[in-house]
């Protein structure tokens, strides 16, 4: 089968497609015909060597996935042959197979294409975790969403807006603002941290309750001054490169705080609680409670492309590979 491989860990533009062997199925495991694989930032960060962990090389760069069951292992009964699925192996995901644990596969609503579903796990997971389990978020509270064209910004509108919540948005440019008023957000802002700065409050009619935060940097601190009594500023991630460094008397006034989101440990350390997690947003999609929006499909062969546009903030919503 072909994968994209990492042989040295650095940059992005050393990865290349290779043919390389067969997996070999264990008992419970199931092996997928990949049909797509979501491109994160965690891919970008395994690359270059600058995630906590360090997997030897060579290895194949791809965390998330989504495809066609086309081996079943000794045992596995909770999955048939041809079951579409979509699965997290961490690393493995940029090739045309990759073998997962049968246990941690969820099959697919119809109404999910294949390149949507790989680009879901991560950022809805994210979302909904961060609503439910970090800043317990309650209908009609007010939220905005930086980096709202991203990946996990829109994922982050779209449930927030599910949850009864009215979503801002911030963006840097005009179709990243269309995408993230498109999923359901009542206003959107420049994601300049100046104009913010001035903007929010103006703009939502007083101030924010919740702020979804994947970009850090100033944009941090301009969105933290805009919380209202009792506001809760989510830490995400830090799309734009500086983790910003907060004035704690920010975080004082008003009885603000500051709550940080370590999805991928918890669903990690809790994959029960994931899988209810998952379901829920399976469910959400099934009903039409969200609609999930479609990501650009590159070749498989554009591995490199898709990282580096991800880091290069050129991509509205999300990148699928296609094999
Ligand atoms: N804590 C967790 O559990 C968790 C889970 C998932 C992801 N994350 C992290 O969340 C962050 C965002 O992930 P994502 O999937 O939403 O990524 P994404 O789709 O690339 O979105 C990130 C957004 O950040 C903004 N940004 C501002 N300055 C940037 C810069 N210099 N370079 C790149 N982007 C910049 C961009 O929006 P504008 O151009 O509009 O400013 C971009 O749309 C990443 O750091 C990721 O590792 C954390």
Redesign the pocket.
């Known amino acids: 089968m072909r994968a994209i491989v990492c042989h040295t860990p650095g940059q992005i533009n050393d990865l290349v497609v290779e043919e390389v062997a067969d997996l070999m199925v264990r008992p419970g495991q199931i092996k997928v015909a990949v049909e797509a694989a979501g491109v994160?930032?965690?891919d970008a960060l395994f690359v270059e060597g600058r995630y906590q962990i360090k997997p030897n090389p060579p290895f194949t760069p791809g965390s998330e996935v989504a495809g066609v069951v086309m081996e079943l292992g000794e045992g596995v009964t909770s999955l048939n042959l041809g079951d579409r699925v979509l699965a997290s192996p961490g690393l493995g995901g940029f090739a045309e197979q990759v073998v997962v644990a049968a246990s941690a596969c969820s099959v697919l609503p119809a109404v999910l294409t294949s390149t949507a579903a790989a680009c879901f796990t991560?950022?809805y997971s994210?979302a909904l975790y961060t609503y439910l389990h970090r800043v317990n978020l309650k209908p009609g509270e007010r939220v905005l969403v930086l980096?709202g064209?991203?990946?996990?910004?829109l994922a982050a509108i779209r449930v927030g807006v599910a949850l009864g919540a009215t979503v801002y948005a911030a963006?840097?440019?005009e179709e990243?603002r269309a995408a993230a008023l498109a999923a359901g957000a009542t206003a959107v802002f420049d994601?300049d941290p100046e104009q913010l700065k001035q903007t929010i409050r103006a703009g939502s009619e007083g101030g924010i309750d919740v702020v979804i935060d994947?970009?850090g940097?100033p944009s941090t601190e301009a969105s933290l001054r805009n919380l209202r009594d009792g506001g809760r500023l989510a830490v995400?991630?830090?799309?734009?490169?500086p983790i910003p460094v907060i004035p704690s008397n920010l975080v004082l006034l008003r009885n603000r705080s500051l709550v940080g989101?370590?999805?991928?440990i918890w669903a990690m350390t809790n994959g029960e609680a994931q899988g209810e997690l998952l379901r829920q947003l399976l469910d959400m999609v099934a009903t039409g409670a969200i609609e999930v929006d479609e990501p650009t499909a590159y070749d498989f062969t554009r591995g490199v492309e898709a990282l580096s546009d991800?880091?290069g903030?050129n991509?509205v919503g999300?990148i699928a590979l296609v094999p």
């Open positions: 994160n930032y965690v991560q950022s994210t980096g064209g991203g990946g996990v910004g963006a840097s440019t990243k994601g994947p970009v940097g995400i991630g830090f799309a734009s490169g989101v370590d999805w991928g991800l880091l903030r991509v999300k």
